[in-house]
């Protein structure tokens, strides 16, 4: 499976960006989906992920911040991002796990100016 991520751009601390991210074959909802970011320097992190039946997982830093929401139909899941601070600026990894096999996107670039 591929992931196409979009979205990342500059925007000032304090704005607001939408992640979306799609998948080139079904993913049932069942199956995790979600995002990682990895600033400069630094391990990549968890950002949120999310799967039916289950609450959404958010890091500690991004937590009533950032929403993770799926479109099923779609095979997209979007990161929408709130209250940007410039610590979020990072390359933003969408990500999926199938089959015991983890899958990552390109990475998109989230910068947030100070």
């Known amino acids: 499976v591929q992931l196409q991520a979009s979205g990342g751009g500059l925007v000032q601390a304090g704005g607001s960006l939408r992640l979306s991210c799609t998948a080139s074959?079904?993913?049932?909802?069942?199956?995790?989906m979600g995002w990682y970011r990895q600033a400069p320097g630094k391990e990549r992190d968890l950002v949120a992920t999310?799967?039916?039946?289950?609450?959404?997982n958010y890091g500690d830093s991004v937590s009533g911040r950032f929403t993770i929401f799926r479109d099923n139909a779609k095979n997209t899941v979007y990161l929408q991002m709130t209250s940007l601070k410039p610590e979020d600026t990072a390359v933003y990894y969408c990500?999926?796990?199938?089959?015991?096999?983890?899958?990552w996107g390109q990475g998109t670039l989230v910068t947030v100016s100070s």
């Open positions: 074959r079904t993913i049932l909802s069942s199956v995790v």
């Open positions: 990500y999926t796990k199938l089959e015991g096999a983890a899958y």
């Open positions: 999310l799967r039916s039946g289950r609450d959404a």
